[in-house]
C-alpha cells in the first residue's frame, strides 16, 4: 500500500519551453505533497509543500512563478516548470504524507523525475 | 536551526561485511528520526525511523539503528550486507511542528562480492 507515482520518470525539453510532472498516490487519498530537487550526489532539497485545494507553500529562495504547484485533486499534484533552462536541469521527486500518520514526516516518496532541458 | 550530517559520501564493504553508515543531527529537543534508501528508479523508501521509546530501532531488510542523545547520532547499522543492499542512503529528521523533513547529503554504498 502507499504508492506514488510520478509521470513522466524522464523528460527532455528544449530552453524556454515549459513542462508538467504528475505526482499520484495511487491507493490512498493525500491531503498534503511534497516537491523535492535532488542535484547529482546531493541531497533532497524541499521545494514546496502542496495542500489539496489551496496555494502551495513555497520554501525560501523557491520561485512561485518558475515552479507552479497545483494539487486540484486528493490524488494529483503537479509541478510545472515554466520557461525551463537548462539550470533548471534536475531529478524532482514527489512525496506524499501518510494517511495513517498524525504525522506529516512520514511521507512516501515517488520513483522521481529526471528533467533535461537542453 | 535543525540539521542532519551523513559524514561518509561513499562507503564499500564486501559482501557479508558488517556495515554502519553514520548520521549526526542538531536539534534542540528530542528528534524525529529517519532512515531512507533510494536505489536506481526508484522511489526513498523508509527503512526506520525514532520518535521515541527504546533508542535501538529495527527497520525492514534487517536494518536497524540506534538513538544516542548524548552524541547526537542515529548510526544505521546491518551486521552483514549482501549485494542488493547497494544504494543511496539518507538520513533525514523531522523538522519540529511542521510537515517537513530535513535530508542529509546522502552516503553511497557500494558492494563487493
Known amino acids: 500500500g502507499a504508492v506514488v507515482s510520478q509521470h513522466p520518470s524522464w523528460v527532455i525539453c528544449k530552453s524556454g519551453t515549459s513542462v508538467k510532472i504528475e505526482c499520484r498516490s495511487l491507493?490512498?487519498?493525500?491531503?498534503?505533497m511534497f516537491w523535492y530537487r535532488q542535484f547529482p550526489k546531493q541531497s533532497l532539497m524541499l521545494m514546496a509543500t502542496s495542500n489539496e485545494g489551496s496555494k502551495a507553500t513555497y520554501e525560501q529562495g523557491v520561485e512561485k512563478d518558475k515552479f507552479l504547484i497545483n494539487h486540484a485533486s486528493l490524488t494529483l499534484s503537479t509541478l510545472t516548470v515554466t520557461s525551463a533552462h537548462p539550470e533548471d536541469s534536475s531529478f524532482y521527486i514527489c512525496?506524499?504524507?501518510?494517511?495513517?500518520?498524525?504525522?506529516?514526516?512520514?511521507?512516501?516518496f515517488g520513483p522521481g523525475t529526471r528533467l533535461t532541458v537542453t | 536551526a535543525q540539521s542532519v550530517t551523513q559524514p561518509d559520501i561513499h562507503i564499500t564493504v564486501s559482501e557479508g561485511a558488517s556495515l554502519e553508515l553514520r548520521c549526526n543531527y542538531s536539534?534542540?529537543?528530542?528528534?524525529?528520526l529517519f532512515w531512507y534508501v533510494q536505489s536506481p528508479g526508484q522511489g526513498l523508501q523508509l527503512l526506520l525511523k525514532?520518535?521515541?521509546?527504546?533508542?535501538l530501532v529495527q527497520g525492514i531488510k534487517g536494518f536497524e539503528a540506534e538513538f544516542k542523545r548524548s552524541q547526537s547520532s542515529f548510526n544505521l547499522r546491518k551486521p552483514s550486507v549482501h549485494w542488493s543492499d547497494a544504494a543511496e542512503y539518507f538520513c533525514?529528521?523531522?523538522?519540529?511542528?511542521?510537515?517537513?523533513?530535513?535530508f542529509g547529503t546522502g552516503t553511497r554504498l557500494q558492494v563487493f562480492p
Open positions: 533525514a529528521v523531522g523538522v519540529y511542528n511542521t510537515d517537513k523533513l530535513i
Open positions: 512525496s506524499a504524507r501518510s494517511p495513517t500518520s498524525g504525522r506529516a514526516y512520514e511521507q512516501y
Open positions: 536539534y534542540g529537543a528530542t528528534p524525529y
Open positions: 525514532y520518535f521515541s521509546g527504546d533508542t
Open positions: 491507493d490512498f487519498q493525500a491531503t498534503t
